[in-house]
């Protein structure tokens, strides 16, 4: 049988969405199939996460360039408004995934999503806030993880974000730092559960391409070949989790990762 990943997506530009998909299957798909979804899509019952999730054997939650929890908006915007409305309407999925521990890795926004799900603040920070490639390392023993096999302690990874976590949430455990430019990089939750503020399924070229679409999100003045430098080791995360995915299902792997 086929191992088979949910990939659920929170865009509303579709060559944004369009490029998201490709650089997902391009990574994960290499073990696994996704299929996507629109996360707004109104004919989805969130209220019955067991049949959302029946043929899926993870799930990964996708970046935003258009909602913000924060985002220096006005209270009223409606794209604030908007992510809290997915919050609430989400919650039934999240606690499932967190009540049968499935395989999940929540990307930017998704990192956002569930770090607000499990009582962190997600707010605008005008010091962490970054659309470049920026250095991260990891807080823990990468031989103890599994989604970090053949990464070096620090690397670069590619990030387009405004707002952040304020705190590492209760019962998640810090993975990565990137200094005080990025407090909270990634976080693991249970046991297979996952997020990265960065963008994992992002190389150098899909950055530049990227902000194309996305201009507004550039320091003024600057040119995305000036900010971003290659990231072949952040990709190797997302590989690494749909990896551990379908090896399980295989039954050569044991899916479940200690600290």
């Known amino acids: 049988m086929t191992t088979k990943i949910l990939g659920i997506q929170f865009r509303k530009n579709p060559v944004s969405k369009e490029q998201e998909r490709v650089c997902m299957v391009r990574e994960a798909g290499v073990y696994c199939d996704i299929d996507f979804i629109d996360g707004?899509?109104?004919?989805?019952?969130?209220?019955?996460?067991?049949?959302?999730?029946?043929?899926?054997?993870?799930?990964?939650?996708?970046?935003?360039?258009?909602?913000?929890?924060?985002?220096?908006?006005?209270?009223?915007?409606?794209?604030r408004q908007m992510s809290y409305e997915l919050l609430g309407m989400l919650r039934p999925l999240f606690?499932?995934?967190?009540?049968?521990?499935?395989?999940?890795?929540?990307?930017?926004?998704?990192?956002?999503?569930?770090?607000?799900f499990a009582g962190a603040q997600v707010r605008y920070d005008e010091t962490q806030k970054k659309t470049r490639s920026h250095e991260v390392k990891l807080m823990i023993d990468k031989n103890d993880f599994f989604i970090f096999s053949d990464l070096p302690d620090t690397f670069f990874a590619q990030y387009g974000h405004k707002d952040v976590l304020d705190r590492v949430p209760d019962g998640a455990v810090l993975l990565m730092n990137g200094g005080e430019k990025c407090r909270v990089s990634a976080l693991k939750y249970k046991n297979n559960i996952y997020t990265t503020q960065?963008?994992?399924?992002?190389?150098?070229?899909?950055?530049?391409?990227?902000?194309?679409?996305?201009?507004?999100?550039l320091p003024e003045g600057t040119l995305a070949e000036e900010v971003f430098k290659p990231s072949p080791d952040a990709t190797k995360i997302l590989r690494n989790f749909s990896k551990l995915i379908a090896?399980?299902?295989?039954?050569?792997?044991e899916l479940v990762e200690s600290v």
């Open 40 to 79: 707004f899509d109104k004919q989805i019952d969130w209220n019955y996460p067991e049949v959302v999730m029946q043929e899926y054997d993870g799930v990964i939650l996708g970046g935003s360039g258009d909602f913000d929890f924060d985002g220096n908006r006005d209270e009223k915007d409606e794209s």
């Open 95 to 116: 606690q499932y995934l967190f009540d049968n521990d499935i395989p999940t890795l929540g990307i930017c926004y998704g990192h956002q999503l569930l770090g607000a």
């Open 198 to 217: 960065f963008h994992p399924e992002l190389n150098y070229e899909d950055m530049v391409s990227r902000m194309k679409n996305n201009p507004d999100y």
């Open 247 to 253: 090896s399980h299902k295989e039954g050569s792997t």
